[in-house]
């Protein structure tokens, strides 16, 4: 989101129909100092000021009841309006629809649907979609109903229109809330191929921080569960033993800590070569992202979901080869694009014999029932069947992204050779990436030149300038808010959007 409002607020000031008298950034913690100062320096001549209320941040990680929180947000909300001085303004939110703080979803869709100004809801996540350990934090007096939710995050007013950033999501969005949604894809902006001696220093500091001068495959993400950390490793061993699979960031909420953790004890254990969050902490004097990407040898994006997908461009642009997962919320959207990336998969399936089954499937049976029992009854009856449970006593091929992490780190502690041989046939498209891979010709996809008209900088002001036009002119339809989110869960619960690696809470 952070790389979305610096890219995106220049355009959107330059292409205003009036002069943009100042930009206030608003969050629940100060950004940090040299992002500010980069993010000044792209709006010259454009005052931008930051308002910091910790109400404004994650509930969670706020040690205060509700009253409390929602009286700071409500005095928040206040003085963010008179710290804008004007009341031709608008807001522009991001991530309601994560339900971290409805707090601050229900306050400020209130007093924009009551007085103003206009609001743009940008919904890049969506709290519904493997994260109903959040729907225990979010019961909070006022919001033990599904209805209680969809209020406060997809409130119906005139005043209010909801965007999100793949056409998947904005199509249920504008179909309950016609005129008054739409599709904001993220913009890119491809930047100028790091010099030949940034990329040598990179790989420079790479092997210092690795120990030895083997490749690397690059995972740029942070330490979550739904990035499926365990899917890129067995696949950089498969496709290129001896490489080093490296991530990028590092651990960015408690609730992932356990999760890295068991990952990394794991590759202690087994000498995997796995280097987890090698840019986590100080980046001053580390390579940036363009960088490592240029001084690697492959990308790899094994994510169980994401909302856009912008690791796919980055290794683009950086004319990188891509090992991917093909994730149907958004492969419609890199093909309108232009985007076509040769190595894309839609699973990788493993032979039965390398994990305990029996012991798999009991694991899955009492984490399913769970992660049910924090759902309402109406959403738990909408659940489809987890691909292990639906085969029963049965053991058959399944994919690896519907183990759970200790069936999957089963796999990873087989022989490499073992685990190959038995599971090369289940995925022949492996065969022909893993010739490519020890030759040194994985392909990697070229920038479209399609993709301005998507993703560029004006196209994204023009789209985000059509959505502001309709809004004070339509009345949404009554409890819309509630039918999308019904029709969302109707969509986000079916068995192909179900992986046991997102239902412990821990």
Known sequence: MRRVIELATPHLVAHWPERVRGVVLAAGEAPDAAW???????????????????????????????????????????????????????????????????????????ICRVCGPPLIAHHHDWWFENRWHHFLAMREPGFRTLRAVADAVLADSPQICHVAVNHDDAKVLERHF??????????????????????????AWLREQLGDEARVWLLPCRLLRRKNIAEAL???????PGAWLVTTGGVSSAEEQAYADRLL?????????????????????KPSVPELLAASEA??????????????????????????????????????????????????????????????RERQARLFAQWKGLMPRA?????????????????????????????????????????????????PFLQTWHERALAGRLKASPWPRSAARWL???????????LVPPL??????????????????????????????????S
């Open 379 to 427: 959403a738990s009856r909408l659940a489809g069947k987890p691909a292990v449970l639906a085969l029963g006593n049965n053991p058959r091929a399944v994919p690896y992204s519907r183990l759970t992490l200790a069936a999957q780190l089963e796999v990873l502690a087989q022989l490499v050779e073992q685990s190959w041989e038995r599971c090369a046939v289940l995925n």
């Open 234 to 240: 067995l696949l950089t061993r498969w496709l290129r």
């Open 265 to 285: 004890a794991a590759a202690q254990t087994h000498g995997w070569r796995l280097r987890l969050g090698i840019l986590q902490g100080d980046e001053s004097r």
């Open 178 to 203: 016609p005129g008054l949604a739409g599709w904001l894809p993220n913009p890119i902006e491809p930047v100028a191929k790091p010099l030949a001696a940034r990329v040598e220093a990179a790989r």
């Open 472 to 505: 004070l002119s339509r009345a949404p339809r009554a409890a819309a808010g509630q039918g999308a989110q019904a029709e969302f869960l109707r969509r986000k619960l079916r068995s192909e959007n179900l992986y046991p690696l997102l239902w412990n809470p």
């Open 299 to 360: 990308v790899l994006l094994t994510s169980l979901q994401e909302g856009f997908g912008l690791a796919y461009l980055e290794a683009a642009a950086a004319g990188r080869p891509l090992v991917a997962r093909r994730l149907p919320n958004i492969a419609p959207d890199l093909a309108k694009f232009g985007f076509k990336f040769p190595q894309c998969y839609g699973e990788v399936c493993v032979d039965p014999s390398l994990f305990d089954w029996q012991a798999e």
């Open 456 to 466: 560029g900088g004006r196209a994204y002001a023009q789209r985000f300038l059509g």
């Open 36 to 110: 500010l100062r980069a993010f000044r320096r792209r709006l010259p001549g454009t005052p931008v000021k930051v308002f910091v209320q910790p109400a404004f941040g994650y509930v969670s990680e706020l040690a205060q009841d509700g009253r409390r929180i929602t009286r700071l947000v409500i005095h928040g909300i206040l003085e963010l309006r008179r710290e804008m001085l004007r009341d031709d303004c608008l807001i522009w939110a991001h991530n309601l629809g994560l339900g971290r703080n409805l707090y601050l979803a229900r306050e400020l869709t209130f």
